[in-house]
């Protein structure tokens, strides 16, 4: 199992530039979520996943998209990246009551 | 205000000592808390989980909760070096299914 993946690991974009992340898990987890990870503020949900064909915002949606056509797999969309986006961006699935992580993508907007 | 405030440290130890960090949070409706361990440009990976005030033990960690003080704690005993790491705590509401709430964690440096 690969468990959680994540693509690319590094992103440079320019201030209104559109890009994906993409997330990936091999576990048929239903669960899926992506955060950022800014200093000093911990973790914050991006938006969720309980399943194929349905989607949710967390605390901080605005500036990003999201779709899960597959159970599988959970990409990010940055419709027109702003610097306030600048972060590190996981992508978590989860079954039951425990989550797992996947590397990180660390993006930086110019 | 955060929902879940968090000492950001560092916090530096020799090694061997015994590691208290803690994070209080003002949410009551909080029922299910953990622990997560980060290590450096890794994803954090789940260490303790626990739903009720009182202890949990596992190996040389024990995670303490106390609901009546909104205030949790991880101990790790006989610190290592591999033990340096970002500890976060995290948080669900009860109903909220696994939307976690994350405080802003904890880096600890354990030094040989």
């Known amino acids: 199992n690969a468990g959680v993946t994540q693509t690319p690991k590094f992103q440079v974009l320019k201030t209104g530039q559109s890009m994906t992340l993409q997330c990936a898990q091999d576990?048929?987890?239903?669960?899926m979520s992506w955060y950022r990870q800014d200093p000093g503020m911990g973790l914050r949900l991006i938006h969720y996943s309980v399943g194929a064909g349905i989607t949710d915002q967390g605390e901080v949606p605005n500036g990003y998209n999201v779709s899960r056509s597959t159970t599988e797999d959970f990409p990010l969309r940055l419709l027109s990246a702003a610097p306030s986006q600048t972060s590190v961006y996981f992508c978590?699935?989860?079954?039951?009551?425990?989550?797992?992580f996947g590397p990180g993508t660390r993006l930086t907007v110019l | 205000q955060k929902e879940v405030e968090q000492d950001p440290g560092p916090l530096s130890v020799p090694e061997g000592a015994i590691v208290s960090l803690n994070c209080t949070y003002s949410?009551?409706?909080?029922?299910?808390f953990m622990w997560y361990r980060q290590y450096s440009r890794k994803g954090p990976e789940l260490l303790m989980y626990t739903y009720s005030s009182g202890n949990k033990e596992d190996g040389r960690f024990t995670a303490q909760v106390d609901k009546s003080s909104k205030y949790i704690s991880l101990f790790i005993r006989d610190s290592q070096p591999s033990d340096s790491a970002t500890y976060l705590c995290?948080?669900?509401?009860?109903?909220?299914?696994?939307?976690?709430?994350f405080g802003g964690g904890t880096r600890l440096m354990v030094k040989p």
């Open positions: 576990m048929n987890h239903e669960y």
């Open positions: 978590a699935s989860s079954s039951g009551d425990t989550q797992y």
């Open positions: 949410n009551s409706a909080f029922q299910y």
């Open positions: 995290a948080m669900i509401q009860q109903g909220a299914g696994n939307m976690l709430t």
